[in-house]
C-alpha cells in the first residue's frame, strides 16, 4: 500500500483512541501497534510544555474517558501536510474537538505535529507535539 495511505491511516487511529463520542468507546489497547514504546508526546501552553511518556500520557485519558469526566469527546482533523522522506516522516496537522467536560460543552481547536518512523511491522508513531488555539 502507498505510504501517504498508511500514515493517513495511523493518524485517524490516533486521534479515534480517545473517541467515545456516540457510544464509542476509547480502545487504549491499540496504541501499541500505532506508537512505539519510546513514543515522547509534548503539549505545549503559552510558556510552559508538559512533556509525557506514552504511559504517563494514557494513563490519566484512560480514567476520564471511561469515569464520565469527559463524554461524548471527538477530536479528529481537519488539514494536514505530510512530507515523506524514505523511511520517516513528519505531518502538520489542524485539528477540532469537541465534548463535554464535567458536563460542560466545550469545542476547540488547535496544531499537532507527528514523526513517523517505518519499521519491520510498518509505520509507528515516535512523536506528537501538540498546541490547543485560544478561542
Known amino acids: 500500500m502507498d505510504d501517504k495511505f498508511l500514515l493517513n491511516q495511523l493518524t485517524k487511529s490516533f486521534f479515534n ?3 467515545n463520542a456516540n457510544g464509542n468507546k476509547p480502545d ?3 496504541i501499541d501497534d500505532i506508537c512505539l514504546n519510546e513514543t515522547i508526546i509534548i503539549k505545549k501552553d503559552k510558556d510552559n510544555e508538559d512533556v509525557y511518556t506514552l504511559d504517563s500520557f494514557i494513563t490519566p485519558r484512560k ?4 469515569d ?8 479528529y482533523e481537519v488539514h494536514e501536510e ?3 522522506i524514505n523511511n520517516i516522516a513528519q ?4 485539528y477540532q474537538k469537541h465534548g463535554y467536560l464535567n458536563g460542560n460543552y466545550f469545542e476547540g481547536n488547535g496544531t499537532k505535529f507527528f514523526q513517523y518512523v ?3 511491522k510498518g509505520w509507528k508513531i515516535n512523536s506528537v507535539i501538540w498546541e490547543d488555539e485560544n478561542i
Open 118 to 120: 517505518k519499521t519491520a
Open 17 to 19: 483512541l480517545f473517541t
Open 82 to 84: 505530510t512530507k515523506i
Open 28 to 30: 487504549f489497547e491499540s
Open 68 to 75: 464520565g469526566t469527559l463524554t461524548e469527546f471527538e477530536e
Open 63 to 66: 480514567r476520564i474517558l471511561t
Open 91 to 94: 505531518r502538520f496537522s489542524k
